[in-house]
């Protein structure tokens, strides 16, 4: 008999992804199924919208975050499985048939969880490096899962009323799905990540918002988790790599403290002038496409600085350079318009750009061993992740790839920062829990 399957999907002023949402579902190869839009407080036409293609809609009142709008959505739900879906996502034809076809196979499954697919809906440089690295770690995680994925994420409902669904305690869109994951682990549960049942991620990500995302709706709380429960498993985010690799971060940035204090800006130049060079493509995407003043006005001030100091420090050399930079990258929206040929010469003139800028970093640098630890370490963080940056390349090119190792870098550094904070906060609830314990106790 076929499993009828519920798909639930929480909405909070979103209804232009929601739009895409549901036209993706109508397109699936299997169109037997219920589908149910839970209405979080949105103030745009998101219950419309829904309305529109037929979605059962329901309204949680005020805002109060996807876990309570989910369990709401599979209290009403009739059937057998919920299939949990994130409004910015976009299922494939086979999506539902295939976790339709995992539970009827295997009696014993409790829960399966997809993964994104590679190639993520927004066109911009950081949301493509953020939804392809979401992809790989999907693409590598254990079939056997040890937690939770309410992105898109298919349980039994009875299973799932009676472990009391997502926890009301993340009041925004958290990590209540991996806390529901480390309890039925905890329960003996077969759980199962399948990286063939896949959804396309449509968000757009800005720096600011995925150091928030990281450091306070997924890092903290995640650790505290971990503390709670004593479980860190090898697995998905916190494989050993990942791990070593937050050690790497930590120690080039002290290293390179190190390096500044000795030998000053002369330490400094070059190699922030490198990473001003990668990092031109970000800035192009942030600033320049959308007109923002502020972007263009930055780029210059970093341009007219790093020039001013390579100038006094006797860099000459990094002048040139540092002024051709900016116009390359600016030059990047009309490549369109050029033929292939065209488009080859000003790849490769970057290239040969790029290769020259990190020639002289390493001739300009002073020979001294703790330079040479700093490179090491770099390379160390390199190696750690190759298979990721080398997955990047394959699907959008050396430039790419690149270009998103110092933003990996930096996501190792405040996971760090995330994961202190997380023990700090834990150990602060603890001491609280048992003085209100012991005030409690006559």
Sequence with gaps: MAASISVIIPVYNASGHLRR???SLQRSDTREFECIVVDDGSTDDSPAVAREFGARVLFAGERGGPARARNLGAQEAHSEVILFLDADVCVHTDTIG?????FEEDPELCAIMGSYDESPGC???????RNLMHAFVHRNGRRAAQTFWSGCGAIRRDLFLSHGGFSHSYGRPAIEDIELGYRLQTDGRKLMLDSEIQV???????????VRTDVFDRGIPWTELILRDRCMPNDLNLQSSQRLSVVLAYLTVAVATVCSFTFGRYFLVPVISLLFFILSRYWLEAGWERKSLVGVASIGGVVIALA????THFMEELVPMLILCPVLAFSRPYY?????RLRRWSRGVFAVFLAIAFLFVIDRLPEDWMVLAFFLLLAGIVILNLRFYLFLMRKKGIFFAVAAMPFHALFYFYSGLAFGAGILSFCWSTIRLKKVSHAATP
């Design 21 to 23: 949402c549901l036209t």
């Design 98 to 102: 295939r976790i339709r076809a995992a």
């Design 123 to 129: 066109d911009e440089f950081l949301s493509q490096y």
């Design 200 to 210: 396309q991620h449509l968000k757009r990500w800005t720096l600011w918002g995925m």
């Design 308 to 311: 001013g100091l390579a100038y």
């Design 336 to 340: 369109k318009g050029l033929d292939t």
